[in-house]
């Protein structure tokens, strides 16, 4: 009886659990710009065999070899090079080469792969990192789909749960395009699971109803996260992993996880009758309390954080002692009473357990099978059950998020040999080729450099070039941009971010020959002309005597960079208002920051504001603390917070572009700071005072 009534309070938690839970759908809206949505995903799982078999659906072309449809293609790794057989021919590849599709549908089956009959849809680029080689497909976001959701959850599950996870995993791989120089995501369990194209029909259909859509938040990617369950609870990503609360995770009970009988859960029986119970639980408490004769009472508690949590760490016990006196003790979960009655899960230690008084005793459970945090896999399989679709179940577990049908789109490789193979005129080919390798060179390294549509700051973004990655460069402008070519998209980068492999000396093809060149962002340029009365000479003084100072198109630190004076340079001074100076240097007119710029010698006139720059940026030195913002020159990406003012000590915190930090003191080329109550040392030259 007492089993029975335990059952029926139990379903009736989980339905008012269900009653009260909020699955609110989640905003979709829709975006007309056009982004890349090419994805390049390093095949780990087919490991090093040093041989690959690979067959072609399609036309390719490799290293200006043709490749018919059909082809077998043997290409041998050894000794940090390439080697590709076709059609009984060998040829030696080098350290690095693209086996590239002639047309958009072509694709590669790879009979090292997991799945050897599956269909890879995309070209391959073989490379050596490390002493290692390694395989990419770049893909099509909507094609590698295909070979990721049919794996990552499971074809026979409903539709909607489908799409859900196909959404998911969308958002994961766009976030990632672009963060890493030469891959973005891996086919394993690092990132998510690939496999080339899978042929479900289910799969199919909820990549296909969902083509673009991702979830976004303040108009950037969420870093979304999924697992298998959550144990009847959603974590969030501080309590998992530390850091900052992302706003679209929410600490919560999910009753559809719960009420799943598909999700994973461990049970054990704790015997009131204590010699019953497993050696080495009895072990556990003889240890803790002496001899025992019985177990009255079991609780789980000290949740590991603040309420709502239920990740309780400790079991609470009443037993009678063989004496016949009362005690309780405490048991630690992770490591102690879940080991010893083999119900762990893994070793993230963070399951939630539950006791449920039984006939004889008590019933003790663990569940959640992941880290819990964004969307249980099966808590979607659950809510799809239940009449949910895929906008309820989006918006319940990734609560103030938008839905966001983007229009991406699929582009072949750029290059001259592969756009003659493509069917290209003589002209584009021509085009494609004649253009110079270059460098993305920004100030932090883990920076991303935008590839915009159009020569203009406001222009859609096509792709995000990571630091040290080659760029093809086609052509040049005055106004401060570069034509260029970067992973299959061609667009403009603004031109102080790149170095030449060369000593600069470089010839870039005819500028006018490029027919979208921006003729306003000429017109924008800050003018050149002397100005109407110079009210002094500064002289640019750095705390590094190599360093430059930028000046900029407009008085704000996000503003085009027009020149960059060295140190100790001389500029004409013509205009100061607040901490921006309108300076001249070599004919180019804009806005330094004044304070960098020792004014003695400058027009009595001007005298209060020159005293308020004539301090070089070494006058941050000293324990009185001031104000300081991130900087990081473009105008993304993170700068390291470290625990010593060492290159490399600890990493403390990333600090975004644009942030606010209270600078405590300053030594040489280091700031000590503090952010969101951490103190650490920044680089100095990262650092904008206010």
């Known amino acids: 009886m007492r089993r029975r009534i335990a059952s029926v309070i139990w379903v009736l938690l989980i339905l008012t659990m269900a009653a009260t839970a909020r699955a609110d759908a989640i905003p979709l809206v829709n975006r007309s710009a056009s982004e890349n949505g090419m994805v390049r995903v390093r095949l780990d799982s087919i490991g090093k065999p040093g041989v690959y078999n690979l067959t072609t659906t399609g036309a390719y072309t490799a290293g200006g070899v043709s490749v018919p449809g059909g082809s077998s293609v043997t290409v041998r790794a050894g000794g940090g090079s390439f080697s590709m057989t076709v059609g009984g021919t060998t040829r030696e590849m080098g350290s690095s080469f693209w086996l590239a599709r002639a047309s958009s549908g072509s694709g590669v089956k790879i009979a090292q792969a997991s799945t050897p009959g599956n269909v890879y849809p995309g070209d391959l680029r073989f490379y050596y990192s490390g002493g290692s080689a390694y395989v990419v497909c770049r893909a099509y976001i909507e094609d590698y789909l295909l070979g990721v959701v049919g794996y990552e959850m499971s074809n026979s599950f409903p539709l909607e749960a489908l799409k859900a996870q196909a959404i998911t995993a969308r958002t994961y791989a766009m976030k990632r395009v672009a963060s890493n120089a030469d891959y973005d995501v891996k086919d394993t369990t690092a990132d998510q699971v690939y496999k080339g194209t899978s042929s479900g029909d289910n799969v199919r259909a909820a990549v296909q109803s969902t083509n673009g859509m991702a979830l976004m938040y303040n108009n950037a990617y969420c870093s979304v996260y999924y697992s298998s369950s959550n144990g009847g609870q959603t974590e969030s990503n501080k309590n998992a992993w530390g850091g900052a609360a992302l706003p679209y995770?929410?600490?919560?009970d999910d009753p559809y996880d719960l009420a799943n009988p598909n999700s994973t859960a461990r049970k054990a029986t704790i015997y009131a009758e204590f010699t019953r119970n497993?050696?080495?639980?009895?072990?556990?408490?003889?240890?803790?309390?002496?001899?025992?004769?019985?177990?009255?009472?079991?609780?789980?508690?000290?949740?590991?954080?603040?309420?709502?949590?239920?990740?309780?760490?400790?079991?609470?016990?009443?037993?009678?002692?063989s004496n016949g006196s009362a005690a309780t003790l405490t048991l630690d979960l992770f490591g102690g009473a879940a080991s010893a009655l083999g119900i762990s899960l893994s070793n993230l230690k963070n399951e939630l357990f539950t006791v449920e008084a039984v006939s004889g005793g008590f019933t003790l459970t663990a569940r959640r099978y992941g880290h819990g945090v964004g969307l249980s896999q099966y808590g979607a399989q659950q809510m799809a059950n239940t009449g949910y679709d895929y906008l309820s179940i989006m918006g319940f577990y990734f609560p103030g998020a938008t839905l966001v049908r983007h229009s991406y789109t699929a582009s072949l490789l750029s290059g001259g040999a592969v756009a003659a193979a493509n069917g290209a005129s003589a002209e584009s080919a021509a085009a494609a080729s004649n253009s110079i390798s270059a460098v993305v060179s920004l100030n932090d390294p883990t920076s991303r450099l935008n590839l915009r549509k159009s020569p203009k700051p406001t222009a859609d973004v096509l792709a995000k070039i990571p630091n040290g990655s080659t760029i093809q460069v086609q052509s040049a402008d005055t106004s401060g941009w570069l034509k260029a070519a970067y992973g299959g998209a061609t667009g403009y980068i603004m031109t102080q971010f790149v170095k030449y492999s060369s000593d600069g000396a470089v010839s870039l093809p005819n500028p006018a020959a490029a027919p979208d060149a921006d003729t306003t962002a000429q017109a924008a340029a800050p003018s050149t002309a002397a100005p109407s009365q110079v009210i002094g000479v500064g002289?640019?003084?750095?705390?590094?005597?190599?360093?430059?100072?930028?000046?900029?198109?407009?008085?704000?630190?996000?503003?085009m960079i027009v020149a960059k004076v060295p140190a100790g340079s001389r500029v004409e001074v013509y205009a100061l208002s607040g901490s921006w100076a309108e300076v001249r240097y070599n004919g180019k007119r804009g806005y330094a920051a004044a304070r960098y710029i020792n004014m003695k010698g400058a027009a009595s006139e001007s005298a209060p504001a020159a005293t308020a720059v004539t301090a070089s940026?070494?006058?941050?030195?000293?324990?009185?603390?001031?104000?300081?913002?991130?900087?990081?020159?473009?105008?993304?990406?993170?700068?390291?917070?470290?625990?010593?003012?060492?290159k490399n000590a600890t990493i403390l915190d990333r600090v975004p572009h644009g942030s606010q930090v209270a600078v405590l003191n300053r030594d040489g080329s280091w700031a000590k700071v503090t952010y969101k109550g951490r103190t650490g040392y920044i680089l100095a030259d990262y650092l904008v005072f206010v």
């Open 617 to 646: 940026a070494s006058s941050a030195s000293g324990s009185a603390s001031s104000a300081a913002r991130v900087n990081t020159e473009s105008g993304e990406g993170n700068v390291y917070l470290r625990a010593k003012a060492n």
């Open 539 to 559: 002289t640019v003084t750095l705390e590094s005597t190599t360093g430059n100072l930028n000046v900029r198109q407009s008085p704000s630190d996000k503003s």
């Open 249 to 252: 995770y929410r600490l919560q």
């Open 278 to 321: 497993t050696a080495a639980f009895q072990s556990l408490i003889i240890n803790k309390a002496g001899s025992v004769s019985r177990i009255n009472t079991v609780e789980a508690s000290a949740p590991k954080f603040g309420s709502p949590s239920k990740l309780y760490t400790q079991l609470r016990l009443g037993v009678t002692k």
